[in-house]
């Protein structure tokens, strides 16, 4: 079976994609399904997640602190099946990068009927909180949708 690779896409590739990146990758059997995530912009290429996202992934039993914060980038769209995006503008983004429908059609809300995840960013640990929980729900969805 040919492995299924999913990027996940917010705008830093520092608070929310890294911890939807972990939280998939944990549940699902990584010969089948590879996860990478990335950001539209380039503020933070190179760094590690943020320490509140680490915090509450560590909470959560996840490891995601050896991962490095890089920027979306056209050939994106050749690697990945899927490509989940966390709001409004990172989908924006994206699809004005993408070439052709069969790219757009890769292009996805992590979350059911367009809704955003928050950028927790500028916010408290309960922006954090609030972030994982979304994204452990979105996670187990695409996991069905796997199957
Ligand atoms: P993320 O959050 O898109 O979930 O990684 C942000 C991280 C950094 C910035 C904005 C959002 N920033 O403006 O530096």
């Not at 760094?47 to 602190?65: E, H, M, V």
């Not at 994106?76 to 709001?87: A, E, L, Q, T």
């Not at 994206?94 to 916010?123: C, Q, T």
């Amino acid at each position: 079976m040919k492995q299924v690779k999913i990027l996940m896409v917010c705008l830093g590739n520092i608070c929310r994609s890294p911890l939807a990146q972990g939280i998939l990758e944990n549940k699902v059997d990584p010969k089948k399904v590879s996860v990478d995530s990335a950001g539209t912009a380039a503020y933070h290429q190179g760094n590690s997640p943020d320490p509140r996202s680490i915090a509450i992934a560590q909470k959560n039993g996840i490891d995601i602190s050896h991962q490095k914060a890089r920027k979306f980038t056209k050939h994106d769209f050749s690697i990945f099946s899927r490509i989940y995006v966390m709001d409004l503008s990172n989908y924006q983004n994206i699809i004005a990068i993408a070439e052709n429908d069969y790219e757009r059609a890769k292009v996805h809300f992590i979350l059911n009927h367009h809704e955003e995840v928050p950028d927790p960013y500028y916010g408290n640990e309960d922006g954090f909180i609030n972030c994982y929980e979304l994204l452990d729900n979105a996670c187990n969805r695409i996991v069905k949708s796997l199957n």
